[in-house]
């Protein structure tokens, strides 16, 4: 029997193998190890993405120029012996697997499969169809989204996982939706009625949303649909999970799933007004303990708190720790961080200046640049506490010009700004230079506009390594914040109502100037222990809190169990 069959886009496993994007494939990537740590009966299914997903470089003029990130698949996975025959409307794509072990700390093993459509035997088009995370035309993600959903389960068939011998579907986000829509038209074979059937399918089947924007989901329009996918499954797409003349993703799951979850308390919220109809637990992400905890924090853990890497609740007792330990280390880790910027830009980093971090997926909602509104304002209010330098990284999607947009404005302000603040913009935002950063920083900085952000999970990775968390109240900070222990909130004035009110967010750059300049720079530069303190809490409240062993545990109880006796 199989517990969890994880389906996603993306899966973030390592640095070297570019089949992520962005935080989506990181929590599947943590999710599935940490399955691993526990010995859980599971497996990831995800397509192979052998061109990558796109490496960042930026020109002169800040312009984002984005070029394939190919990686070498035959260094990390196994060819698997047989293929798979994904069935389209006119025809069948053969699809090769590729897999990759995690193994867990007590060297349990979790599968990772990777579906291959590079095979001789398909047309020109067909073999590039597993090739570009998030690439191509929405006809291509289509047929994608066709190949994950449909090959997936074929391939656990191959496996010997038929339904019976498969506990829980997991879908992360609506790109695998298509898994639903197979399995209810198996189950209709299985059973005498639609709600037999339906029932069956939804004691199976869990659904996870990540995006609180309707617009963020994915919709095929039905003329595309007709050409790909069979028509026995076409005729099966229920009407609510059509808008207009398009199919949404996430509604064909919603409809199809025994459970829906969302990404942390205020994500429910946000997505059962969107959904009116569904009830949707919310499950609060968390990051792998193991993977995200800086190597100089992990050594300073182990002696202290052994039990910290099989079970990181332990690291409520980072409050043992006495405090030059806790400064020395985090002051080893921003060191790497200022000598790899030292080493790369023209600008001087400086080891004792209080150092910000803000490193993400950019685009719109996350407003990356509000804290550069208005630079000459920031220097005056913090001119008599102390400097402050700030570091960005973020990669926009190559397709979206409005954000990359972002990315050339940050560059304007880089060069504009001669002021005592030092600002840098680090290129190629992945998983090597994300853990870089969420240990070396001292403070992680957050500004997306409120009811915008599912989750966000660099925070948490930041927690791991001791570092409080200055936030809008959104995503997972509604749940972790304690202002004065374990950060600071900031900003609540822009709402639906004054989305388009410029003085709302000028509020809210008020907000974050005045945290910083009366709060943030006062305890870092004059209450060291204090501030010391405030990181200790930030690993003993969040860190033991916000990570994946703590997330899957709540899967497990409040999910994957509970669906048993679904309906
Ligand atoms: C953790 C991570 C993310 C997600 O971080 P958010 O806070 O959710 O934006 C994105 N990209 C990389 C490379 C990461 O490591």
Same mark, same amino acid.
């Given at each position: 029997?199989l517990?969890?069959?994880?389906?996603?886009m993306?899966?973030?496993?390592s640095?070297?193998?570019?089949?992520?994007?962005?935080?989506l494939g990181v &929590?599947? $990537?943590d999710? %599935?190890k940490?399955?691993?740590?526990?010995?859980?009966?599971?497996?990831?299914?995800?397509? +192979? @993405? !052998?061109?990558?997903?796109?490496?960042?470089?930026?020109?002169?003029?800040?312009?984002?120029?984005?070029?394939?990130?190919?990686?070498?698949?035959?260094?990390?996975?196994?060819?698997?012996?047989f293929?798979?025959?994904v069935?389209?409307?006119d025809?069948s794509?053969?699809?090769?697997?590729?897999?990759?072990?995690?193994?867990?700390?007590?060297?349990?093993?979790v599968?990772?499969?990777?579906i291959?459509?590079?095979?001789?035997?398909?047309?020109?088009?067909d073999?590039?169809?597993?090739?570009?995370?998030?690439?191509?035309?929405?006809?291509?993600?289509?047929?994608?989204?066709?190949i994950l959903? &449909?090959? $997936?389960?074929? %391939?656990?068939?191959k496996?010997?996982?038929?339904?019976?011998?498969?506990?829980?579907?997991? +879908? @992360? !986000?609506?790109?695998?939706s298509f898994?639903?829509?197979s399995?209810?038209e198996?189950?209709?074979?299985?059973?005498?009625t639609?709600?037999k059937?339906?029932d069956?399918?939804?004691?199976?089947?869990?659904?996870?949303?990540?995006?609180?924007?309707?617009a963020g989901?994915?919709?095929f329009?039905?003329?595309n649909?007709?050409k790909?996918?069979?028509t026995?499954?076409?005729?099966?797409?229920p009407?609510a999970?059509?808008?207009e003349?398009?199919?949404?993703?996430?509604?064909?799951?919603?409809?199809f799933?025994?459970?829906?979850?969302?990404?942390?308390?205020?994500?429910?919220?946000?997505?059962e007004k969107?959904?009116?109809?569904?009830?949707?637990?919310?499950?609060?992400?968390?990051?792998?303990h193991m993977e995200?905890?800086?190597?100089?924090?992990?050594?300073?853990?182990?002696?202290?708190?052994p039990?910290w890497?099989?079970?990181?609740?332990?690291l409520?007792k980072?409050?043992n720790?006495?405090?030059?330990?806790i400064w020395?280390?985090?002051l080893?880790?921003?060191?790497e961080?200022?000598?790899?910027i030292n080493?790369i830009?023209?600008?001087?980093?400086?080891?004792?200046?209080c150092?910000?971090?803000y490193?993400?997926?950019?685009?719109?909602?996350?407003?990356?640049?509000?804290i550069?509104?208005?630079?000459?304002e920031?220097?005056?209010?913090?001119s008599t506490?102390?400097?402050?330098?700030?570091i960005?990284?973020?990669?926009?999607?190559?397709?979206?010009?409005?954000?990359?947009e972002?990315i050339r404005?940050?560059?304007?302000?880089?060069?504009?700004?001669?002021?005592k603040?030092?600002?840098?913009?680090?290129?190629?935002?992945?998983?090597?230079l994300?853990?870089?950063?969420?240990?070396?920083?001292?403070?992680?900085?957050?500004?997306?506009l409120q009811?915008?952000?599912?989750?966000g999970?660099s925070?948490?990775?930041?927690?791991?390594?001791?570092?409080?968390?200055?936030?809008?109240?959104?995503?997972?900070?509604?749940?972790?914040w304690?202002?004065?222990?374990?950060?600071?909130?900031?900003?609540?004035?822009?709402t639906?109502?004054?989305?388009?009110?410029?003085?709302?967010?000028?509020l809210?750059?008020v907000?974050?100037?005045?945290k910083?300049?009366?709060?943030?720079?006062?305890?870092?530069y004059?209450?060291?222990?204090?501030?010391?303190?405030?990181?200790?809490?930030?690993a003993?409240?969040n860190?033991?809190?916000?990570?994946?062993?703590?997330?899957?545990?709540?899967?497990?109880?409040k999910?994957?169990f509970?669906?048993?006796?679904?309906?």
């Amino acid at each position: 029997m199989l517990d969890v069959a994880y389906f996603s886009m993306e899966i973030a496993l390592s640095s070297g193998m570019s089949t992520y994007s962005g935080g989506l494939g990181v &929590l599947a $990537g943590d999710t %599935l190890k940490t399955f691993a740590d526990f010995g859980y009966s599971a497996l990831g299914i995800t397509l +192979l @993405n !052998e061109q990558g997903y796109v490496e960042q470089e930026i020109d002169s003029t800040g312009r984002q120029i984005s070029q394939i990130e190919k990686w070498d698949k035959e260094k990390y996975l196994t060819k698997l012996p047989f293929k798979i025959e994904v069935p389209f409307k006119d025809r069948s794509i053969t699809c090769a697997v590729w897999k990759y072990d995690i193994v867990g700390q007590s060297k349990e093993i979790v599968p990772i499969y990777f579906i291959d459509s590079n095979d001789p035997t398909n047309n020109e088009y067909d073999r590039t169809l597993t090739s570009y995370l998030y690439g191509g035309d929405v006809q291509y993600r289509l047929c994608q989204e066709q190949i994950l959903g &449909l090959g $997936g389960l074929l %391939l656990l068939e191959k496996l010997k996982y038929n339904p019976e011998k498969v506990r829980v579907y997991h +879908l @992360n !986000e609506g790109h695998a939706s298509f898994v639903g829509l197979s399995l209810y038209e198996q189950a209709k074979k299985m059973f005498p009625t639609h709600k037999k059937a339906m029932d069956y399918v939804g004691s199976k089947l869990v659904f996870t949303t990540h995006t609180p924007v309707e617009a963020g989901h994915d919709r095929f329009l039905i003329t595309n649909l007709e050409k790909v996918l069979p028509t026995s499954l076409f005729e099966n797409i229920p009407k609510a999970a059509f808008i207009e003349d398009k199919l949404c993703m996430t509604r064909l799951s919603l409809h199809f799933s025994g459970i829906v979850t969302g990404v942390a308390k205020a994500h429910e919220k946000v997505t059962e007004k969107m959904f009116p109809k569904y009830d949707v637990i919310p499950v609060t992400n968390g990051v792998y303990h193991m993977e995200w905890t800086n190597p100089l924090f992990r050594k300073l853990y182990d002696e202290y708190i052994p039990e910290w890497r099989e079970d990181p609740s332990f690291l409520r007792k980072v409050m043992n720790i006495p405090d030059d330990k806790i400064w020395a280390t985090h002051l080893e880790a921003k060191k790497e961080l200022i000598d790899y910027i030292n080493a790369i830009s023209p600008n001087k980093f400086s080891v004792d200046v209080c150092t910000l971090g803000y490193a993400r997926r950019f685009t719109s909602y996350k407003r990356p640049t509000l804290i550069l509104a208005d630079l000459d304002e920031l220097e005056r209010k913090i001119s008599t506490v102390g400097r402050l330098q700030i570091i960005f990284a973020g990669e926009a999607h190559p397709h979206d010009k409005k954000s990359s947009e972002l990315i050339r404005k940050i560059f304007q302000k880089i060069k504009k700004h001669k002021g005592k603040i030092s600002i840098v913009f680090l290129e190629d935002y992945d998983m090597d230079l994300a853990a870089k950063l969420v240990a070396g920083v001292d403070v992680w900085l957050n500004t997306p506009l409120q009811k915008h952000e599912a989750s966000g999970t660099s925070g948490m990775k930041a927690a791991l390594n001791a570092i409080p968390h200055l936030s809008v109240l959104d995503g997972w900070w509604p749940e972790g914040w304690i202002e004065g222990v374990t950060g600071w909130s900031m900003g609540t004035h822009v709402t639906e109502a004054t989305l388009n009110n410029q003085a709302s967010w000028n509020l809210e750059v008020v907000d974050l100037y005045d945290k910083l300049a009366t709060k943030v720079l006062p305890l870092y530069y004059q209450n060291r222990s204090g501030f010391v303190e405030m990181m200790k809490h930030s690993a003993a409240l969040n860190g033991s809190y916000f990570n994946t062993h703590r997330m899957v545990n709540d899967y497990i109880s409040k999910v994957y169990f509970p669906l048993e006796n679904k309906p």
